[in-house]
């Protein structure tokens, strides 16, 4: 593959999601994240806040918060635009939606194209938006094992940044994660917390009063100890604050063990569309 093509990623290991978030309430999470010291911002097209989320980025880089060049922003392509009709306008209107002349890195959102066009299609898609340099970096999100292999055997290997999956305390993911890491593949997990339950599990509470934190950073340096990208996400000034503190604690190997036992394989993304697990 030509060297454009190549991938060094410069993902940050921490980030702030914005799934769910909506309007006024994704505009004051990203802001408030920037504000914190999140430089990693993620969204998708499908989640309807690209508008929210790049008038937040816009408005901190007109008020000195943070200059475009420090910033990493990751959109996702929906199921609907993963073939030549409709792929780079969609991904030009996220720029247009986003006030960004390129994003930092660029997902196939799902596996699964709404019209069953083939893997080498939109990967092909996802190859030419690098080149017309409207992404920096390219990668997947939600391919399971057989998926990944598939992918770099079309693109080949160094191309693919990261693959997005879940992975928390109850859902860890090894063989995913083993197969990407096999590649040169980062691992970003989302939903760490799976939607607030591993932050009630006794387990992971006792981890957090050893440590004297909470257990939402004790989630999170569990995933980056194991060299995950994470990106939880928050409303609350606090909570945000919380996360980004999660980068000052180091889990000992008995705390990690730990951690690592209470997988139990509860998935929370599982949309009909979902490719056979692995």
């Avoid at 454009?4 to 769910?20: E, M």
Wanted: aromatic share 6%; hydrophobic share 40%.
């Amino acid at each position: 593959m030509p060297n454009v093509n190549q991938s060094q990623t410069k993902i940050p290991s921490l980030g702030v999601g914005t799934f769910r978030l909506k309007d006024d309430e994704a505009y004051n999470s990203v802001t408030m994240a920037l504000e914190v010291g999140f430089r990693h911002i993620d969204t998708a097209q499908i989640y309807g806040n690209e508008e929210a989320v790049g008038r937040a980025i816009n408005d901190a880089i007109a008020n000195n918060l943070v200059a475009r060049e420090d910033l990493y922003v990751t959109t996702k392509v929906w199921n609907d635009k993963l073939n030549k009709a409709s792929f780079v306008d969609s991904v030009k209107e996220s720029l247009e939606k986003l006030q960004l002349s390129y994003v930092d890195l660029l997902l196939i959102h799902w596996p699964s194209p709404e019209n069953g066009e083939s893997m080498e299609e939109y990967l092909g898609e996802l190859v030419r938006v690098k080149e017309m340099g409207l992404t920096k970096e390219i990668g997947i999100s939600n391919f399971t094992v057989a998926q990944v292999e598939e992918a770099v055997s079309i693109l080949g290997e160094g191309v693919i940044a990261t693959n997005q999956v879940e992975v928390h305390p109850y859902l860890t993911n090894e063989k995913v994660r083993a197969a990407c890491e096999k590649h040169g593949i980062t691992v970003t997990g989302y939903m760490p917390f799976a939607v607030g339950k591993v932050l009630k599990d006794e387990t992971i509470t006792a981890i957090a009063d050893k440590h004297g934190v909470s257990t939402a950073e004790v989630v999170v340096a569990w995933e980056l100890a194991h060299g995950l990208v994470t990106i939880p996400s928050s409303t609350k000034r606090k909570n945000l604050e919380t996360n980004f503190k999660a980068l000052e604690l180091t889990l000992d190997a008995d705390d990690i063990a730990k951690i690592n036992a209470l997988d139990c394989g509860d998935r929370q993304a599982n949309p009909d569309f979902s490719p056979a697990w692995d």
